[in-house]
């Protein structure tokens, strides 16, 4: 297969990007960015600690340990030649990596030294060395990261949500898996993990900055080891649409109360209209200046760490509000009644053109950073989608198209408030 090479251009950005299909199979984007000294790179693949479950090329099913993309993560960074991060300290690169629900990405920036550090990256990544002995070694480093998630009042008023809105889907389930699943974890197992999806074909390259084309490729070129395509299934228990319970408390040390409030939705693929229309949505119900948001503060409900995401990928959906909250009880049914209220009466004029101008002005300034450019390529390319797309979506959006998004999102009905709380306050809260 040879190299393929197509300009992506946005009038509406005033920017462009080339996408690139390798011919290793690899899908590669590169965003060169004028007069920027940074640069920075992102692999990653569409493999995430909800593929515990999986078949390639229609073979026997292959059931994992929860956990064992986190650990892969982990060991790939380890060769018989040393670690991976002392070899970038070596180009004063700044590398890091990490493990989602539905993907894994590798990653590093830097102001000088590009091909060194490109040529790193490329190279452990394809040079996996698990033995029985290394991976042994790593239960107890992430053990310990096991305990301080759990210890992690942010981290566990989440956990203890999705466990309150869904009852088979491995996304309820800790991205780190616990102690006892990571000890079922061997070095053979991890190859069948990576041989499976660390399949140039499943996996994307995104490069921005102050980098070109020919410097991508010649790097690219000299390191990539051609794959063959192969078809991966993942196999998820059927999801009911219903919440398991809508209330789950925990007792923690906290200084304030924290909440989470998850409006479980339908689990299906986003496109870029839909995406588009949702942000718009979530920016008009909650974000500051939105009268939801003066209401919660005007009463003492919220603070400044209140937030709101949409929150979805393979099989999952919702959206989530949370923060701090003195009273999250009745933050939440503020909030539910609102929803309520806007669904009934529709969106103000007002609020929906703040809303667009501020989701459109998100978009667009989110390409003057290098990081955000290359993480969101690759978070739109793993989901089928394109971001210059996305922002004519926003551009294009009407408010009737955002008032029929939201008859079809946000049943108050279907929705898990969690709360982490001190153990000595009042059950009133």
Known sequence: MNTEIKEVKSSRAGDSYFKIKH????????????????????IGTKYGSVNTCFSSDGGEKITVPDGIAHYLEHKLFESEEGDAFARYAETGASANAYTSFEKTCYLF??????????????????????????VAKEQGIIGQEIKMYDD???????????GGMYRNHPVKKDIAGTVETIAEITAEKLYDCYNTFYNLNNMVLCVSGNVTVEQVLKTCDRMLKPCEEHTIDNYFDEEPYEIVTPYVEQSFPVSMPLFNLGFK?????????????????????????????????????INNTFAYELFEGPGYCSVIFGGESRAPKQAAEMIKRYISKIKAEGIADEDFIIAKKAVYGDAVSSLNSVSNISNTLADYYFNGNEYFTYIEEVAAARKENIERRLS?????????LSVVKNEDEGGAI
């Open 152 to 162: 992690t009042p942010d981290w566990r008023v989440m956990f203890n949500m999705l």
């Open 23 to 42: 011919s290793s199979g690899l899908n590669i984007f590169v965003y060169p960015k004028q007069g920027y000294r940074s640069s920075y790179a992102i």
């Open 109 to 134: 920036s830097c102001s000088d030294k590009f091909e060194e550090s490109f040529e790193i990256l490329l190279d452990f990544v394809q040079d996996p060395y698990f033995t029985p002995e290394t």
């Open 265 to 301: 939705e339908k689990a299906e693929r986003l496109d870029e209209k839909q995406l588009a229309y949702t942000d718009i949505l979530m920016s008009a119900l909650a974000s500051p200046t939105s009268a939801l948001y003066r209401d919660l503060l005007d009463n003492n409900l």
């Open 408 to 416: 079809k999102m946000l049943d108050v009905n279907n929705c898990t």
